[in-house]
């Protein structure tokens, strides 16, 4: 079984920035890695995702704030949060899908609170 663990949440002021981590607990041909996040009472969305190509995709609302890098090739991913404002809050999970057999794993989300 996969693992997804990720790493790097925590508490930051508006306009302050924050990095994000997420590494695969065994080697796996993942075609996809992405980071997803669910604030209280919404629905989980997608924030930016990268694919073994080096293809990135961004929300609307964190384009030109956030940057998604990483190898996917080598199971790690990473999201670039800056000028963060307290919309940004929620519980962030990481993501990675394989092909074939069609799976997606999430990690169990790390918390990023934007306070003053």
């Known amino acids: 079984q996969v693992q997804l663990v990720e790493s790097g949440g925590g508490l930051v002021q508006p306009g302050g920035s924050l990095r994000l981590s997420c590494a695969a607990s065994r080697s796996s041909f993942f075609i996809n890695m992405g980071w997803y996040r669910q604030a209280p009472e919404k629905q989980r969305e997608l924030v930016a995702a990268?694919?073994?190509?080096?293809?990135?995709t961004y929300a609307d609302s964190v384009k030109g704030r956030f940057t998604i890098s990483g190898e996917v090739v080598k199971n790690t991913v990473f999201l670039q949060m800056n000028n963060l404002s307290p919309e940004d809050t929620a519980v962030y999970y990481c993501?990675?899908?394989?092909?074939?057999?069609?799976?997606?794993?999430w990690g169990r989300g790390t918390q990023v609170t934007v306070s003053s």
């Open positions: 990268i694919t073994n190509t080096g293809i990135t």
């Open positions: 993501s990675a899908h394989t092909l074939l057999p069609s799976i997606t794993y």
